[in-house]
């Protein structure tokens, strides 16, 4: 008798701490990617699209601003943005720029910039479709935010029809950096929020 009560706690013991043992499992929040970044990002894919936004300084237009990481085991190049549901949305040439596997490229990069022109102003969500010459194509929810603050001198890209295609830019020559524990490059939330604070000074002063 005596052992068979020995039994019985020790059962009751294992039984008390499977919940806090099931508990840890598997899946954790500390175990996935945590994007703390200002603008539209996509993983689902092997080419990863980080941060992207549209930076306007004048409504209606604006350039490009993003990180592509091609996480697949080939090469690969953007190669076109479309507008899901707006048929006003037109972009620029794209500049072939090889973006090589386990490697990050910034939008400005790819040659002297995409300009993104159609009916839209800052504050507004475009969803494009960036299409890749692996046959990648993702889908990505772009803000428009304004250029200044952290995005000031972004919009830089060519007029769409202005001088032909876009030709390669003075750091394009370069290889496009290793994507692995890179720190990122691209706007935080915080970023974004004191983007959002200076951006309105003027508008602010002009309302006063």
């Not at 009560?5 to 020790?10: I, T």
């Not at 490009?64 to 592509?68: K, P, Q």
């Not at 839209?120 to 969500?125: H, V, W």
């Not at 496009?176 to 970023?191: F, G, K, L």
């Given at each position: 008798m005596h052992h068979r009560?020995?039994?019985?706690?020790?059962v009751g013991a294992l039984l008390l701490t499977t919940?806090?043992?099931?508990?840890?499992?598997?899946?954790?929040?500390?175990?996935?990617?945590?994007?703390?970044?200002?603008?539209?990002?996509?993983r689902d894919?092997?080419?990863?699209?980080l941060a992207v936004v549209i930076v306007s300084a004048t409504e209606g237009s604006g350039t490009?601003?993003?990180?592509?990481v091609n996480s697949s085991t080939d090469s690969t190049e953007l190669s076109a943005v479309t507008a899901l549901d707006d048929a006003s949305?037109?972009?620029?040439?794209?500049?072939?720029?090889?973006?090589?596997?386990?490697?990050?490229?910034?939008?400005?990069?790819?040659?002297a910039g995409?300009?993104?022109?159609?009916?839209?102003?800052?504050?507004?969500?475009?969803?494009l479709t960036f299409e890749f010459t692996n046959g990648e194509q993702v889908e990505?929810?772009?803000?428009?935010?304004?250029?200044?603050?952290?995005?000031?001198?972004?919009?830089?890209?060519p007029t769409i029809g202005e001088g032909g295609p876009s030709g390669p830019s003075e750091t394009s020559s370069e290889s496009?950096?290793?994507?692995?524990?890179?720190?990122?490059?691209?706007?935080?939330?915080?970023?974004g929020e004191q983007t959002d604070a200076s951006s309105c000074e003027t508008e602010a002063d002009e309302a006063h």
């Open positions: 009560s020995k039994l019985v706690l020790a919940p806090a043992l099931s508990s840890c499992g598997f899946n954790l929040a500390t175990d996935r990617i945590n994007t703390v970044q200002h603008g539209g990002t996509n894919a092997s080419v990863d699209l490009l601003s993003g990180r592509i949305v037109s972009t620029g040439e794209i500049a072939s720029v090889e973006l090589a596997s386990g490697t990050a490229l910034a939008m400005a990069d790819i040659g995409i300009r993104v022109e159609g009916d839209y102003q800052a504050g507004d969500i475009i969803d990505v929810e772009v803000p428009v935010v304004r250029e200044c603050g952290f995005y000031d001198g972004l919009d830089s890209a496009p950096s290793p994507s692995d524990d890179e720190p990122s490059t691209e706007p935080t939330d915080e970023a």
